[in-house]
């Protein structure tokens, strides 16, 4: 179902010698929606990639096997299902969008990694289809499964293949907040706890850019104890505990998981960083263990809490498109390619969509925009970081 910001049926920039095109469907019939979306992205054009980001609602084998039917043989398809779907303005949920890359500045390669073999081999089989690319500017696009955690250690295995001077950008998918079982798509392929890279060659400037908007409420504390999953221990108390107390929670919420006082998202961690916070989101706690589910967090990360609120998260979303402004400088947006997380989704309402949406689209006015709400981001300019959550992440084309 749609929120009030009616997602736009199509978008389209272009230049000379590149171009991009996104277009939306909300038909029910999972083979008619994917057709009807490629269509409007394709414009008769011959496209280098075609990525579909669609509800887990609709048949994914079926999107999937169809996308790969509509486009011409050597077009790399590549997609996963969402938390909901962005095109042009509007945002909403239960839909599917396509958004084509072509023109012969674009070069692309995609892999295919297998997270069961472990998170880092899997990334850095992800990253194979860099060492196919002559370009002079390159990036490469991760799309992971939702529910599957080490989300930093693929980073870290891809970061191997790629090295300090190829950006990573990318989200995990979501399956409409179920938490069940989230799809990646390769090809006419439907796969499940697999990473797919989408490695992009262009002639032309790439920017990537964060924006979270969250702010510290409390002081940096360490964690002194985790698994990497659950946090059991923050500055040697229980983890929970601390927790509520930096957020000054009720009384009853120290005994109630039902008056726990993150209810929507607002509360989250941030782990210190060269440059800010990357974020997590604080998804659950065992009160018997007294600790916090919040994934990607190891023992001895410096973190502090954070609060989110709609005005903030507005906040990270001019941050992010101000930072790709100034990276491509004087270079033209053609396309903005945006992966926005399901959290942030949770707490803007129908207005606060719109205002996200306009934000993005009147800072790239000329810009194709189009792309997913995930289970987490991936965005990485240098180091071997770059997993975030309730975060902005967007790539922007030139």
Known sequence: MLAETTIST?????????????????????????????????????????????????????????????????????????????????AGQNGLVAIALGGEGFTVRASVGDLGTGPRSAGRKAAQGLLELDSPYKVLMLLSDGLFGLRT??????????????????????????????????????????????????????????????????????????DGTWIYRLNDEP????????????????NSREAMPYKGLEHMLGLLRPGGEEIRATVGADYDRRSLLCGDVPKGTLVSIMHSSQDSILVGTHQAC?????????????????????????????????????????????????????????????GSRGFHNATLALLVLS
């Open 239 to 254: 983890a929970l505990d601390y927790f509520l107390s930096a957020v000054g929670a009720p009384a009853e919420a120290y």
């Open 322 to 382: 101000e930072h790709a402004r100034i990276t491509l400088g004087e270079h033209e947006p053609i396309g903005v390619i945006a992966f926005d997380c399901a959290a942030r989704f949770c707490l803007l309402d129908d207005a606060g969509l719109k205002s996200e949406m306009n934000i993005i689209a009147d800072a790239f006015p000329q810009a194709a925009l189009g792309g997913l709400y995930t289970y987490g981001e991936f965005a990485r300019v240098r």
């Open 10 to 90: 199509h978008d389209v920039a272009e230049d000379s010698s590149r171009w991009m095109g996104v277009g939306h469907s909300a038909l029910n019939d999972s083979i008619d929606a994917t057709r009807d979306a490629i269509s409007q992205a394709v414009e008769g054009r011959q496209p280098t990639l075609v990525l579909l980001f669609c509800s887990s609602s609709h048949d994914i084998t079926s999107v999937a096997r169809t996308a790969q039917a509509e486009v011409p043989d050597g077009t790399v398809v590549a997609g996963c299902s969402t938390a909901g779907e962005i095109c042009g303005r509007g």
């Open 153 to 226: 250690e693929l980073i870290r295995g891809a970061y191997s293949v790629a090295g300090a001077t190829v950006p990573l950008v990318g989200g995990t998918a979501g399956d409409d907040m179920k938490l069940v079982k989230t799809f990646q798509i390769h090809g006419g392929e439907v796969l499940t706890e697999a990473v797919v890279g989408i490695a992009i060659g262009s002639t032309a400037p790439m920017a990537i850019a964060t924006g979270h908007g969250c702010q510290r409420i409390s002081e940096p504390v360490v964690v002194t104890e985790s």
